[in-house]
């Protein structure tokens, strides 16, 4: 997992938490990298779910909740860094639509290592979308939290469904209405 990914949640962490709890977390957690992370790194994802579950443990919040807030963080990293990226769309359900085939095409000519899901489009309308995700990570909620971002981005909105087709989070339907 990208380097980016940690140094941006632990930036959240302090934000939302304080430099106690990031601390806190970190010592808490068994980390190869000893919770030391640069943007261009790469980490094992192993590292992030220590970090998600030991904050949700100190918080009391889901690891499902921290996500979405996370995510959410990590739209305003996108729009700061990758203007130009979001300027190549008009609308929203184009955006989503696209994450397989342009997004994730220009991620990995950034980072060329990067470990990304797979978004399957199933059915797209002019203001729908049905899309499969599939990650070994299961962060579909963080996929979630991108896509309300995505919308608010737009000034537009919509509902989004959830349904996990594996229970264990790993593949997972989005319906997404645009209101």
Do not use: C
């Amino acid at each position: 997992m990208k380097g980016i990914v940690f140094t941006e949640f632990l930036d959240l962490v302090e934000e939302k938490f304080g430099l106690e709890m990031v601390d806190k977390i970190i010592s808490q957690s068994k980390l190869e990298s000893e919770g030391i992370y640069t943007s261009i790194g790469t980490y094992s994802f192993s590292e992030m779910l220590q970090l998600l579950t030991n904050l949700s443990n100190n918080t009391g919040i889901s690891t499902d909740d921290l996500l979405l807030v996370y995510a959410e963080h990590f739209f305003s990293v996108i729009e700061t860094s990758y203007p130009g990226l979001l300027a190549t769309y008009n609308d929203p359900i184009e955006m989503l639509a696209s994450i397989e085939n342009h997004i994730h095409v220009e991620v990995q000519k950034i980072y060329p290592d990067a470990e990304l899901p797979t978004f399957i489009i199933e059915k797209q309308t002019e203001n729908s979308l049905i899309m499969i995700y599939k990650s070994s990570r299961a962060m579909h909620h963080f996929g979630l939290g991108l896509m309300n971002k995505t919308f608010e981005h737009f000034n537009s909105t919509a509902s989004i469904v959830l349904e996990k087709i594996k229970e264990d989070g790993t593949e997972v339907k989005f319906i997404v209405n645009k209101n």
